[in-house]
Structures are given as structure tokens and as C-alpha cells.
């Protein structure tokens, strides 16, 4: 499997070069003027007319009068692949605008969808007045996904830009994109020539002698045959010249039949390719090609010439009518030149242009010689459509010797998750005895192979193809996986630091989904920059925002891929974190329901590791969830008896966890002690520290209850450390919310405050009763209805009220950071410099001092203020961010608590109430923000937990204060639907419909789907 460096030379220049105006065309000065006006006065023009209408001519004549950069592309129907749209795309645009360059190949590389991709495209051109040309757009009408990526560019293209789309079928958007008042349309009726113009025109070829209005009428009403603008109702005419086609019986007669033998056929052997030149047509096998063009350059002929007459491009509907003349000659000649056209394509570097043309030949022996480079490349952009079309028609000429093209099947069956596939792909290497040949020449093959077998549960296999592979980083991603299944290893300290580097290619996938079973959470925070390894791994990024505690961030990355683009294929999305993710929201109904209808989308990928995952969470939902050990033991011993429990570490430590979970809960500590300890010493051996922590907290229970303190003290010690390997405390905090004794023991063995266990105590403090006493003392700012400061519970009053605004602003700064006095002279002086302005600041922090001792820093440094790092200051606005943080890890009665105690805090009254300083303007107007997603969270959770009424207040509050909330319409229509209110969740969503119109948009795929869900 070779690797190729990006290369301009893909490019095709001619599509992205505006074809050159012929200075015979009569210009037609009523129909630029139109274009011109509505180009102007409209963000999107569509011209839609009949082929050779005159459309591209019209608006290259309408282009010279703006004063406007041009942007061309000319689409052809292989950019249905909505990679190569996007790639072709930005070319034309950093031709203008050169800042444009790489903005597509990086959102690509991370990922991002289609269309977001051409929205950031669109909106790279802010402050450029460009005329975007799409030509040829009919090209894309049988492709939602094409349309889709045009559509977005349309969307976000700046003001002053615009964008003109030349169709001949009217393009469907769907609901997205539609005519509105930025968009103006163009039809036939408009491009119709008139008598005056059909005079000009003749007047102009020579053609006096014809009656316009004769000519008007035998044609429809368009001079096709003179201007050769098009057709505009073949019904009204009768083919000429043995031609069905009325247009192609004009060219038969006028045009064809009046060249000699010899341009005819120079022409119509040409018409395979685009862009005609000498060399290009000697190669056909045409002689003397040079004196031929130069005679043709003499005639009036419906084409276009550039470079000094050595290059002719034929009108698009003459090609057309070419190379039906061309197909006459029978299918082996057409197949002829279409092969020689691949490798003159192949030679000037346009080998999927090459590719698509030897299929297009039948030349499939030619193809395959040359695809694999270009295959892997096509999938590598995610042009998987583009890919599986092209082995499928490379089948039949597929050889069991013929192992070029495995890499990029194996490609395909990863990235689509059919892990069976690909193992049966390597089977059939192994039996062909060509496995081993594959995996010594390619280090991503045997990587790949590796990949399904892991899968598939066949370790040995697994090692036999990472033992024969190719050394190399993409063997090294295997390798590092194999640390998942290391059953024997002694230590982690043998490991290969390199192990787990990511390198730019594919393969980093598997060292992003390999860092999250392992648990080196820190790690994921690197995305690939392959965008077949983002397309690979974003699922498992989901998980690792879960596993960090971004619950927000992992929510919303997951609806953006199961509601995107290649959804279908993510198995792992949502067989597996969909259920973990819903728990954690507080829909446990949701969760089991996906965890279910997982166990269907698991079997059909094949992957037996899979399918454990989804018993262990099935038995840890038992526990937790239900509290049912009796279910989570039969969960566990499905698992139990399943081969990967003895040939998989990370499977075989899960389930010992679990089961000592299992006994802990059931009050057996001694059975839970037994297989705690045997889960821990696996998971600190192999380096496997995914569940470590909570493993951990759950043996210093067991530990405890089983009269060995000191044994309780070392695992609690290891969980902290364990979560510190990860890079994230949300596990252990998780696993000390279960078991919050842990934390109580470790918090008396403390002789300061300030201990990491005292950090752990502060961030479960609002879930967790009983910690309060043992944490300590705090200093709090009060914001919210008045100003006010307490030191333990007591209030303290500074004689200056500028102190308590110095105390409330240096609690708002980020992670205690120094403020300097100019800063502090800005922000509370509103920049005053006086002295007295220094006076009031001097005495501000004087009094702060006596009022609250110890409260700032005394060695910050000359000029500096902080807060003093070993005082705990709060404040009602951080207070009220953090409910909103902790509330979404938890769920029912618990989430909604917490969610109405930061209500309750900001409901109190104004924040800062007569404070004015700019700062406090600008957190206010945050807060604003913040409270509105805090009153729709607790609104969501009060519906979650059957508290209708409270609901509907809170859901009411909501939609007063951000009516294109679209989420909060959403939540009024299920609160109807609970009512058993039919005509009020239909009420609801025009509601909805009302307020997004009013911000220029519409109801979401979403909202219309459950639309119908409810009323079903």
C-alpha cells in the first residue's frame, strides 16, 4: 500500500478556468443586463435553461461587466463524490482568494461533515466581493449528498459575495436551502432570443438571407442553429439528417454534412476528449492533427479556442451530439479511444480521471493496474461511494494472486465497521497462502488484518499477522493494541514508549481507540489529521469525552454523527455510548432501549468484542442502574463463558470488577475483596487504566468492610493515582459518588485543606451529603439580589464597598490568576489613572485585608494581586456554573435538585446590584446566557422525573427569554404528548415555526421527526 503527498497536478486546471468568450458571439446586451441586476441585488442566481441555451455564455458576458473577481467551476458528474466537489471546490476559490487554500483538506482531516466543511469554505471568502460560477450543476441533481455541500456553500456565503448556479434541471435543496429574498432565478423564457436579437445574430454569421421570426418559430422559439443556444421544445421541429433529436438533426445537416470526410471525422474521434490538442489527437490515431485544427480554426464551428488556436473545446451539446455520432462506429472503437484518453489522462497526472475512463473502456486488466494509489487516496477523503463502486466493477478481474487492493478493502471494512468482512478477506489470503505476503509488504495491511482479528476474537491470529508485518508506525498501532489482549505481560514498564505516537496516517484510528481502552484519556485530546482515521475514531472521541466528564461536549459530538452523514455505520456510537451516554444524561429507559437495539447492529459487524462490551455494560446497568445483582450476575456469566473472558486482559479485568461490585453491593466483601484485588493487579500490570480508578474505590470498600484499614488506605491511594495516569478524575469521582465513605476515611487521614482529596471532596459536595464539616471553611461572595462577603458562615463587612466588588472580581478570574494595578484600575475605575482613583484602589485593598484576613496573596509580587492559593473563595455566579457542571453527570431527582439550587441562587435578584464597572456588565450579560441553559436543563429533568407542572413553568421561563430555543420547543411538544394532548403538541411546533421564521430559519430535521413521532 503506497502513501502519495498531496499533489496539484490532481487538480484539473480546465475545470476550474473559465472557458474563453469567442469574439464572434453576439452579446446580448437585455439578457447581462438582467444578470447583472439580479447577481447585484441577490446573494444565489440560478440559470436554468435547456442545454446550449447560452447559459455559460450569458453569464461570461455578464461576469465582464461586474467589477468582480471570478471564481469558475466546471462540475462533471464524478463530483457527485463530495470529497472531490470539496477539493475542487477550493481550488477554484483560492485562485481569487488565496487564504482559502487548505481550509478544506483540514476540516477534512477533522472530520467534519460534508457540508460543514462548504459552509467554512463559504465563509473563508468573508470580505471578498467574489462571483462564484457553478457550471454544469445538473451534473449533481441525482445526488442529495452533492446538493447537500452546495446547498451549505450557498448558505454561509458571506454578503458580498455571489454565487450563480447553471443548471439545466431545476435543483432540489430540500427544506435547508430554498429561494427566498437572497436568491433569484433565471429560465429559458429569459435566455429566449428576440426578433431584433435573432437579426443581430444573423446579420452577424452571415445569414442575412434567413427570416428571424421564421427561424424563431421552426425552432421553438430559439435561433439554435445560428447562435446555437439551445432547444427549446424539440416538439415543435422534426429531426434532420437520420437524427431523432430535432437539435441533433440541425447539427447532422448544418454542421457535420457540410465539413469535409476528413474534419468529421477528426471531430467526432475527438469527442472523447474534453480539451482537444494535437498531441492528444495523434494519439488517437489521427494524423497530421495540427494542420487539421488549424483548418477547422478557420470555420464557424459551435466551439471554443484557446492558446493561440491549439487547444478546442467543443460546446457542450455538440460534444454530446459528437459522441453519439461516435458510438455509431461500435463499442470496441469507442472502447479504443476511451483507453487511450486513460493514459493520456494518466500521463498528465489525472489518474482517477484515468481510472474512471479505463472502467468507462472496459479496460479493467489497465485499471487495476493503476487504482490502488488512487483507490486508497479516494478512500482516505472518505469518498467511500466512490471506492466500493470501483472494486465492484474491478471484480471480475480480481485474481486470488491479486492482493494490491486488499489494504484498501480492509480500509473500507474498518472504517464501515463490518470487522467479518475483513476477516474473511484475510482468511482468504491466509488459505491462498497470500496473507503473509500482504502483511510483509504493508504495515497498514497487516495492521488492518490485525484490527478485525482483534475483533473477531482471534488473538492468535492477531499476532501472526503483527509477528509478519512490516515494521513501520502502522504496525506499531497494532502492537499497541495488543496491549488489550496482553494476557502474560509482567509490567507495563517494558512497553515501548514510541507505542501510541499517532503519525499522520490512518492507523492513527487505532491508536485513538487503543488510548481509550487503555485509558490514557490525555491522550485523546490530539485529533488525527487522516481524515479516514477521524471518520474511524470519532465514536471513540465520544467516549472520551464521556470519560473526562464533558458530558455536554460528548452529548452534542454524538447527535452531530448520529443524526450526520455515515451514521449507519457507527456501531460503536451507538450500541455501545449511546447507552452509556443516555445513563448519565438521567434517561436510564433510553439507555437500556439503545443497549438493546445494539445487540442486532453488533452481530452484524462480526466483532465478538463488541458483543462482550455490550454484556458488561448490560450487568454494570443491573447493578447500578437497578440495583438487580441477581440480573448482573447472569449478565456476567454470559461473559464469563465467553472465549475473549480468558484470551482478552481488558475483558477478563472488567468482568472481575464487576463481579467483586456484584458482591460488594450484596454485602459479600470477602468474595469482593477476592476478585477486586485480581482486577486490580491486572489493570496496574498491562497499564490498563480505563477502569483502575473505579475498580480501586471499590476494593478500599471492600477492604474496609473486611477489617484490613491499611489495605483500604493503599487502594484509595491507587485510585487517585490512577486517575491521575488518565489525565481526568471524573471515574474516580464517579466511583467515590457509589461510595463516598472512601472519601470520608481518606479526608481524616488529611492535616490540610488543601489535599487533592480535599479537591475531590469540594466537587462532590453537591451530591454527596455529610462532606461539608469535613472540607472545611470557605470565603463566599455573595452576587446575587446584594453584595456581601461571609468568612465561615459569618458574614464579613469590608468598610469599602469597592472591596467586596475587588473580592467578587479577582473570585471571577480564571484558576487565580495575578491581576496587575492598572488592570484593577481598568476594571474598577473604569480606567482612571488619578490619584485618586489610586487612593480608593489602595484603600479598597486595605480593608479587604481586615476584613478577610489571609484572603490575598502577600507575595504576589510588586504591583500584583491575586487570591491566596490555600483560601477556598467562592462566589454565587461560580456556584451556579458548577451546579450546572455536576448536575450533568447525574440523573432523575438528583440532577433536578441540583439544578434548582443554581435557580434558587440566581432567582435571589440582580447580580452585583449597583455595580456598573464594565467587567460586571459583561459577566452579566454570561450569566444571562448560562441561566437560560440552566432553567432548560432543570426543565428537562423536572419532565424526566414526572414533575409536569414544574416543567412547564421552567420550559415557559425558557421560551420567553430565547424563543429560537429550538431543544425547548421540542421538550413543550413531548410535555403535550405526556398530557395525551394531541392538538397542543401540534400547537407547539408551530409555535416553533413561528419563532425560528422571525430569525430566518426553520424547524430541524429533529423537530419535524418527532413531529411525527408524537402524533403517530
Request: net charge negative; aromatic share 6%.
Amino acid at each position: 500500500m503506497t502513501e502519495r503527498a498531496a499533489n496539484p497536478d490532481w487538480i484539473i486546471q480546465r475545470k476550474i478556468t473559465p472557458p474563453p468568450l469567442d469574439g464572434t458571439v453576439t452579446r446580448r446586451p437585455r439578457v447581462e443586463a438582467l444578470l447583472a441586476r439580479l447577481v447585484e441585488q441577490h446573494r444565489t442566481v440560478f440559470v436554468y435553461a435547456s442545454a446550449g441555451a447560452g447559459k455559460t455564455t450569458a453569464v461570461l458576458q455578464t461576469a465582464e461587466r461586474l467589477d468582480r473577481p471570478l471564481v469558475w467551476l466546471d462540475l462533471d458528474t464524478t463530483d457527485v463524490a463530495t470529497g472531490r466537489l470539496l477539493v475542487y471546490l477550493e481550488a477554484a476559490l483560492a485562485r481569487q482568494v488565496p487564504g482559502v487554500r487548505g481550509v478544506a483538506a483540514g476540516a477534512l482531516a477533522a472530520n467534519l461533515a460534508h457540508p460543514e466543511v462548504a459552509g467554512l469554505l463559504a465563509e473563508a471568502v468573508e470580505g471578498s466581493d467574489v462571483l462564484v460560477v457553478l457550471d454544469d450543476a445538473e451534473r449533481l441533481a441525482e445526488s442529495p449528498a452533492a446538493l447537500g455541500v452546495v446547498g451549505s456553500f450557498a448558505r454561509y456565503l458571506p454578503a458580498s459575495a455571489r454565487l450563480v448556479l447553471l443548471s439545466r434541471v431545476e435543483l432540489s435543496f430540500g427544506t435547508g436551502f430554498g429561494f427566498g429574498p437572497w436568491a433569484a432565478a433565471v429560465g429559458e423564457e429569459d435566455l429566449a432570443l428576440t426578433v431584433q436579437e435573432a437579426t443581430d445574430a444573423l446579420a452577424r454569421t452571415g445569414r442575412p438571407d434567413v427570416d428571424p421570426v421564421e427561424a424563431l418559430i421552426e425552432t421553438g422559439g430559439w435561433l439554435t442553429g445560428v447562435l446555437f443556444e439551445a432547444w427549446r421544445s424539440t416538439d415543435h421541429v422534426i429531426g434532420l439528417g437520420g437524427e431523432a433529436d430535432p437539435l441533433h438533426g440541425y447539427l447532422a445537416t448544418q454542421i457535420l454534412d457540410q465539413l469535409g470526410e476528413a474534419d468529421r471525422d477528426f471531430l467526432v474521434t475527438t469527442a472523447v476528449l474534453q480539451e482537444v490538442t494535437a498531441p492528444a489527437a495523434e494519439a488517437l490515431g489521427l494524423s497530421a492533427a495540427s494542420s487539421r485544427m488549424h483548418s477547422l480554426r478557420g470555420m464557424r464551428l459551435p466551439v471554443s479556442w484557446d492558446g493561440g488556436g491549439t487547444r478546442m473545446r467543443c460546446h457542450p451539446r455538440f460534444r454530446e451530439f459528437l459522441l453519439r455520432r461516435l458510438s455509431r462506429r461500435g463499442d470496441a472503437e469507442v472502447r479504443r479511444l476511451r483507453q487511450v484518453h486513460a493514459r493520456l489522462q494518466l500521463a498528465a497526472g489525472h489518474d482517477e480521471e484515468a481510472v474512471e475512463e479505463f472502467l468507462a473502456a472496459e479496460c479493467l486488466d489497465e485499471a487495476m493496474s493503476v487504482v490502488q494509489p488512487v483507490l486508497e487516496r479516494v478512500i482516505e477523503r472518505t469518498d467511500f461511494a466512490m471506492a466500493e463502486r470501483w472494486l465492484a466493477r474491478l471484480a471480475p478481474v480480481r485474481r486470488e494472486h491479486h492482493v494490491e487492493l486488499a489494504g484498501a478493502e480492509l480500509m473500507l471494512a474498518v472504517v464501515r465497521e463490518d470487522f467479518a468482512a475483513g476477516v474473511r478477506l484475510a482468511d482468504r489470503l491466509h488459505d491462498a497462502g497470500h496473507r503473509d505476503e500482504l502483511a510483509k509488504t504493508s504495515g497498514r495491511a497487516a495492521g488492518l488484518m490485525a484490527w478485525c482479528y482483534l475483533h473477531a476474537g482471534r488473538p492468535a491470529d492477531m499476532q501472526a499477522v503483527v509477528d509478519s508485518g512490516l515494521p513501520g508506525p502502522d504496525l506499531d498501532a497494532a502492537r499497541y493494541a495488543m496491549l488489550l489482549v496482553d494476557t502474560e505481560r509482567s509490567g507495563a514498564d517494558d512497553v515501548d514508549p514510541a507505542l501510541g505516537a499517532l503519525t499522520g496516517g490512518p492507523m492513527d484510528a487505532l491508536v485513538m481507540r487503543a488510548h481509550f481502552d487503555l485509558g490514557r484519556l490525555g491522550e485523546m485530546t490530539t485529533r488525527p489529521s487522516s481524515p479516514w482515521a477521524v471518520r474511524a475514531a470519532e465514536s471513540w472521541m465520544v467516549s472520551g469525552l464521556l470519560a473526562t466528564g464533558r458530558t455536554a461536549e460528548a452529548f452534542e459530538l454524538y447527535h452531530r454523527l448520529v443524526d450526520g452523514d455515515g451514521a449507519e455505520h457507527s456501531v460503536w456510537l451507538q450500541a455501545l455510548v449511546g447507552p452509556r451516554l443516555m445513563s448519565e444524561i438521567g434517561e436510564p429507559d433510553a439507555a437500556w432501549r439503545l443497549l438493546r437495539e445494539g445487540r442486532v447492529q453488533i452481530a452484524a459487524t462480526g466483532s465478538a468484542l463488541f458483543d462482550v462490551y455490550s454484556r458488561l455494560i448490560e450487568a454494570e446497568f443491573e447493578v447500578r442502574l437497578r440495583k438487580d445483582t441477581t440480573a448482573a450476575r447472569r449478565a456476567l456469566r454470559s461473559v464469563a463463558a465467553h472465549p475473549l473472558a480468558r484470551a482478552y486482559a481488558l475483558v477478563a479485568e472488567n468482568l472481575a470488577m464487576l463481579d467483586g461490585l456484584v458482591h460488594l453491593t450484596e454485602g459479600d466483601s470477602a468474595g469482593a475483596v477476592a476478585r477486586l484485588r485480581r482486577a486490580v493487579t491486572g489493570m496496574r500490570q498491562g497499564g490498563r487504566l480505563l477502569h483502575l480508578p473505579s475498580a480501586a474505590v471499590y476494593l478500599s470498600e471492600a477492604e474496609w468492610r473486611n477489617g484490613d484499614e491499611d489495605a483500604a488506605d493503599a487502594a484509595a491511594d491507587l485510585a487517585l493515582e490512577a486517575a491521575r495516569g488518565q489525565g481526568s478524575p471524573h471515574f474516580l469521582l464517579q466511583a467515590l459518588g457509589e461510595f463516598p465513605d472512601v472519601l470520608a476515611r481518606r479526608l481524616d487521614l488529611e492535616v490540610t485543606a488543601d489535599s487533592p482529596w480535599h479537591e475531590l471532596g469540594r466537587s462532590l459536595i453537591s451530591r454527596v451529603g455529610g462532606l461539608g464539616d469535613v472540607i472545611g471553611a470557605a470565603v463566599h461572595v455573595t452576587e446575587f439580589g446584594r453584595t456581601a462577603v461571609t468568612l465561615n458562615g459569618q458574614e464579613a463587612k469590608p468598610r469599602l464597598a469597592k472591596s467586596v466588588e475587588l473580592l467578587a472580581f479577582l473570585a471571577n478570574r480564571p484558576e487565580r490568576d495575578h491581576v496587575t494595578r492598572p488592570q484593577l484600575l481598568d476594571a474598577l475605575f473604569e480606567g482612571r489613572r488619578d490619584d485618586s482613583a489610586s487612593s480608593y484602589l489602595r484603600q479598597a485593598i486595605l480593608h479587604l485585608r481586615k476584613a478577610v484576613p489571609d484572603v490575598l496573596e502577600t507575595e504576589a509580587g510588586p504591583g500584583l494581586v491575586r487570591l491566596a492559593p490555600k483560601v477556598r473563595v467562592t462566589s454565587d455566579s461560580k456556584r451556579v456554573v458548577a451546579l450546572l457542571g455536576q448536575a450533568t453527570s447525574l440523573r432523575g431527582e438528583d440532577r433536578l435538585r441540583l439544578l434548582l439550587d443554581a435557580l434558587e441562587i440566581a432567582d435571589r435578584g440582580e447580580y452585583l446590584p449597583g455595580i456598573r464597572s464594565a467587567w460586571a456588565d459583561e459577566r452579566r450579560l454570561q450569566l444571562v446566557e448560562i441561566l437560560k441553559d440552566v432553567r432548560y436543563e432543570a426543565a428537562e429533568a423536572a419532565f424526566a422525573t414526572g414533575a409536569l407542572r414544574r416543567s412547564d413553568e421552567l420550559l415557559s421561563a425558557v421560551l420567553r427569554a430565547d424563543p429560537a430555543r429550538e431543544a425547548a420547543w421540542r421538550l413543550q411538544m413531548r410535555l403535550a404528548h405526556a398530557r395525551g394532548d394531541s392538538d397542543r403538541v401540534l400547537a407547539a411546533y408551530r409555535s416553533c415555526e413561528r419563532a425560528l421564521r422571525e430569525f430566518g430559519a426553520e424547524p430541524s430535521a429533529t423537530t419535524c421527526a418527532l413531529l411525527r413521532d408524537l402524533r403517530r
